[in-house]
């Protein structure tokens, strides 16, 4: 059975870091893509990373070159390193799963509805 959970989330001023951790269960039989999502209220939630059972990665232009995503598969563990961090990063970040995706179509499954799985959030703050 699929469980994601988020954790790592917090304040930090502008310049500082973060780094976000997803616990996930899953079926390692199966190729899959996983990636990072973030909201602000009002707005849509928008894909920030994703990694695919190739170890492709792809990041929103964005976060290019500030953000890392990496996996632990001994831990069963989803990272996203942020550096350099910026008020405009400040959302609520996802952590997602499916087993349809890649690295490259992650983001856009997401942004329509279509990524199955879900964790339940983290609260990543910048302050300036």
């Known amino acids: 059975q699929e469980h994601l959970v988020e954790s790592g989330g917090g304040s930090v001023q502008a310049g500082g870091s973060l780094r976000l951790s997803c616990l996930v269960s899953r079926d390692t039989s199966r190729p899959y893509g996983m990636g990072w999502f973030r909201q602000v209220p009002g707005q849509a939630r928008a894909g920030v990373a994703a990694i695919d059972n190739f170890g492709s990665t792809t990041y929103a232009d964005a976060v290019k070159g500030r953000f890392t995503i990496s996996e632990d598969k001994s831990k069963s563990t989803l990272y996203l390193q942020m550096n350099n961090l910026t008020p405009d990063d400040t959302a609520m970040y996802y952590c997602?799963?499916?087993?349809?995706?890649?690295?490259?179509?992650?983001?856009?499954?997401?942004?329509?509805?279509?990524?199955?799985?879900w964790g339940q959030g983290t609260q990543v703050t910048v302050s300036s």
């Open positions: 997602a799963l499916d087993y349809r995706a890649t690295s490259a179509t992650l983001a856009t499954m997401g942004t329509v509805g279509l990524v199955e799985y």
